[in-house]
């Protein structure tokens, strides 16, 4: 009996994948930076511009209640999703970034002083690097790296060091990296830094889309995720955070929205979420993120994270048999990304030439800058990403192409 | 017992709104209803027991009755708030404790005015609830 | 010979205005909360999504180049639009609240010291006034509000007292009342503020969908804007901010974009505008935003802004008919904008039962709680607010909504 | 002068593209303008001469020659970036200043390479371009 492959089963959701570019059929590996989206997410912003469009919250009328019930009920998705014990622990932001420049500066300003130690790994993006960076510069803190191994994991024993010697107030790693593809032990880490008294944040900018995510199991107190890597719309994402950190954080953005009350003398602020959230939220993001999950959930989180484990397992294989070929990002447990070098090429040469086959690739350094100096990869390197959509014969073409590139450089 | 109460007097308040097919009718009503509600005492109408909503205020007093029941009394300064905080208060006043802690509030849904409970309208009305519940559960949990 | 009126030409682009609520058509006049998307819009962000969706910047991949292009694009459409003197000038933002945020954070942070005073004025939307408050109570400085005249004017008088008194460094205020209507001198306050040595913002919320605009000639430092109010997305807005005033401001928020080379040794950041602009943009809605603003240019500024003043003549003319109806805020200067009381009866109700007739307005405080503080009104206003498509009629079927209304709560 | 010398270049650097009708074939032959280009001196390919693209990194020389003219060299650590910045020096270099500051550069656009000029590409060819034309403008101005 045959069976249907997953990319059988969903690529008709995507419109985008049958067009051309260069006049070559389109081969899109570059879902790390961005995934395509399915049509229930197009279509489902669209109806929503064109249908029940009104700003929400504290509006008597009826498109306005339409609205802010989808709004609203994107939220509770998300919140459903990741297993959060109730819907005001998810604070919509505009993406993982903002969320963690959230934490940085709610959290951060209000908990950091002179002398702390912020924790992160060497595999960070420098959206888990930088807001660190700055709210550590502004108190006196440092932040501090734990190191990563030569096959792309995390240096266990450098983290259990880094915990004992820093004690850091706060650690915050990825749940699986950009680069890398590596799946970090999150479990694990968390317990660990639990016991050294540390404030956990996750970043699942990667999680998100590829794997099933259960917070509460985790026991971190915040988790950050963005929307248009997980087949939803851009400038929308999400920040969990557990119900008590939250309600003592300061809020961090003020306006509308996250007020009780205004005056002169005086401003109260909202309960959650809304502390967090000033000013007319990204509403046509929230409903679409939401059917985005309602998307992954229909077809299937176990599928797709068995689906990308064996195309990574494929790529690896089939990308071995080119000579001078290295991957970076070796680890046993993967997300669906591959990056590469060759010997003696440039990563820009390579997509560049990817790129005039149809091929989208991203290459550099991945927003990744200091894993890329660790590795001494200071051309970063050329990376394919997959998405449920992605199929064994799109890498093996890719591969290919691959090799046609290489040929024509040497 | 007053988890029968309760769902017989929704039921009257189900049957009640039935004699209106139209919109502005069942409004006409409620306007009714707000006019007629028997307020709170003027003493009790203090900040004490407001609950403010961003478009309109409630007040809510709670008192124990014999046999751990509770009995309720609301005001509003809008009057179709003022309307439904006396359903409300006919819904569930009387009845005991737990049964008010419990009770699956759902003629609102049935006559088609659960907008006004949305907690984003900011009416006043959903936080009333909650405090009604509240009050409620806390004595049942005290008499328990 | 038959002239078309404004309506007629542009009401087909709005399919959402063909809509019914509770069985009646809607008739909506919410547009100073939200305005509806022309056809444009929502097709033009259906079309990115469907057919040229990537991450941009830093993509070596045509679609990445496509996706960066219209995204770029939508920067300049803005800084022509404004008439910035470079798309350098133009920092996307999550919205109006976000980029006054950014420059309370950004600015404010770096120049204000305890004693220091941000003045605003008391019809400011809570997004220009509670940002300033959390930095103001962080640095020891005041927020100090400037009068609100009887007819919904600035006091003029007031603002110069204030100026002289206390040299604040930094003012603040609303290039039209999202309240009110009242359109302030720009021009002039800014002047002023300059003259008193003060930085100035203005939020121009409801100036973007209304006014044609030129910060040059204005001579602003700082001008806001919001997409969703001026025909376009969600979650997009812009912060214009003068060259040099920007360069010399620290960044906000950290990640990737903003930086030039990140390492744990130190991070140097990247120019303008993406020193202010951390992680994935909003791609779609600065593209979508953009559309907007060729749709606005399309029709005309000048002519949506003739339309709208003779709208708020002919609802004020209208409105005065109905007994113990108050018009609040009878500027001569108005954008699109009515607010207004009814002795003895309850905002609430009163914008319920029109609700119930289909249509749409606005009640409550309108995030200026102070302005209602002001001028005794506990309960707020309601609001009626025009577009582009509102035409003359629905405002007289909306006073007949009204009246009806009246009655059956009198 | 200068601006003759500039647009003739230019027109022969579009002749010689457009034997290349496949996007590949002229990647190729940019490809091999790369890896003849006569690098920067080993002694100029320092941290003073270098543009950080976020993707590659361009080296750029330039010198003041006879008669207000401007002689430049330059190198980038990826081969296809390469042929691009040597295909700009080809088209500049040894022009006169003023020429070089105002020049209308379409022949990237005109082969069907315009999108690595793109600021956004960040592969230091648009910086590259960018510092050509401040160096011109300075030295012309300094000659006016
Ligand atoms: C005058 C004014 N300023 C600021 C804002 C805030 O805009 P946004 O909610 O889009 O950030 C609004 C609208 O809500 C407004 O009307
Ligand atoms: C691991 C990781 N963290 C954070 C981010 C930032 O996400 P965004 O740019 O959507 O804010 C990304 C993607 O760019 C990422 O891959």
Redesign the pocket.
Known sequence: MAMTTLPERVRKDFPILDREVHGKPLVYLDNAASAQKPLAVIEGQREYLANYHA?IHRGAHHLAQLATEAYEGGRSKIAAHINASGTEEIIFTAGSTDAINLVAQAWGRANLTSGDTVLVTRMEHHANIVPWQMVCAEKGAQVVPVNVLEDGTLDLDDYRRALEQHQPKLVGFVHASNTLGTINPVSELTALAKKAGAVTLIDGSQAVPHLAIDVQAIGCDFYVGTGHKAYGPTGIGFLFGRREILEAMPPWRG???MIKRVSFDGTTYNGLPHKFE???PHISGGIALGIAIDWINGVGVEAITAHETALVQHAHAALGTLPGLRIIGTATEKVGVVSLVVDGLHPYDLGTLLDGQGFAVRTGHHCTEPLMDHLGLESGTLRMSFAAYTTREEIDRAVIALERAINMLR | MSTELIASRQNDVIEEFALFDEWMDKYEHLIELGKDVPAIDAGRKTDDHLIKGCQSRVWLAADEGEGGTVHFSADSDAIITKGLVGLMVRVLSGADAKAIAEADLHFLDAIGLHQHLSPTRSNGLASMVQQMRLYAAALAARRA
Do not use: D, I, K, S
């Open positions: 700003n306006g509308g929205e000033a000013g007319t």
